[in-house]
C-alpha cells in the first residue's frame, strides 16, 4: 500500500513546548502502526533519533505551543519545509497546558517562581551556558506563529482520531475531523 499517487509518504512527528502525551496516543495507534508504514516513512520524529529535520516532508504532525526561542526557531524551519503542517493536541491548537504560565508574568519571574521559590533544595536559576533556551514573553499555539493547515484537537487526541488524520493524508487530503472527533481535552 502507497498513498494515493503510489508514492510513499513522507511523514513527520514534532514535538515542541508538550508533555509527550500526544506522542503516546500516537503509539496506541499499536497494531496500525504496520499499516502506516506500508504506505509512510516516517522520516522525522521525538519517537527515534533523527538529528535534522529533512527537506520536502509531505506532512507533519506537531505537538504542543511554541514556548522558547528554540521552539520557535524549530517550527519556522518545520513550515519551510513540510508541505502539509498539522497541530496535533489542544498544546498546539490552543496553548492548553503548556500556556497556563501565560497570566503568571513575565519570564524571568516564571524562572524565579519555578527555580527558586518553588525549589525544595539549591534553589537557583539554571545558569550554564544553553542549558536552558530562553523563554518567548508568551507562550503561543501554532497557528499564531506559522500557517496551520489543519488541526487535530484533543489532551490528548485519541489513537482513532490520529488514525483518521493520517488515512487522509494517505488519501491525498487534508485531515477534517467533525463531530465527536472536535471535542477538547
Ligand atoms: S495536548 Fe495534552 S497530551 Fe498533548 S502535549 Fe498538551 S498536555 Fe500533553
Not at 4 to 21: E, P
Not at 44 to 64: M, N, Q, R, S, W
Not at 112 to 119: G, K
Amino acid at each position: 500500500m502507497t498513498g494515493r499517487n503510489g508514492d510513499r509518504i513522507k511523514l513527520a512527528t514534532v514535538w515542541l513546548g508538550g508533555c509527550s502525551g500526544c506522542h503516546m496516543s500516537f503509539l496506541d495507534l499499536d497494531e496500525w502502526l504496520f499499516e502506516l508504514a506500508m504506505f509512510a516513512d516516517v522520516v522525522f520524529t521525538p519517537l527515534v533519533d533523527i538529528k535534522e529535520y529533512p527537506e520536502h516532508v509531505d506532512a507533519v504532525l506537531v505537538e504542543g505551543a511554541v514556548a522558547n526561542e528554540d521552539n520557535l526557531e524549530f517550527i519556522r524551519l518545520v513550515r519551510e519545509r513540510s508541505k502539509w503542517l498539522i497541530s496535533f493536541g489542544d498544546c498546539a491548537v490552543t496553548g492548553n497546558v503548556t500556556a497556563l504560565r501565560n497570566p503568571l508574568g513575565d519570564p524571568l519571574t516564571i524562572l524565579e517562581r519555578s527555580y527558586i521559590e518553588l525549589a525544595d533544595v539549591n534553589p537557583r536559576l539554571p545558569d550554564e551556558p544553553d542549558i536552558l533556551p530562553p523563554l518567548l514573553d508568551r507562550v503561543e499555539p501554532l497557528h499564531r506563529v506559522v500557517h496551520v493547515d489543519a488541526y487535530i484537537p484533543g489532551c490528548p487526541p485519541p489513537a482513532d482520531r490520529i488514525r483518521k488524520s493520517l488515512e487522509a493524508i494517505r488519501d491525498g487530503r487534508l485531515p477534517k475531523l467533525e463531530g465527536q472527533d472536535i471535542q477538547f481535552g
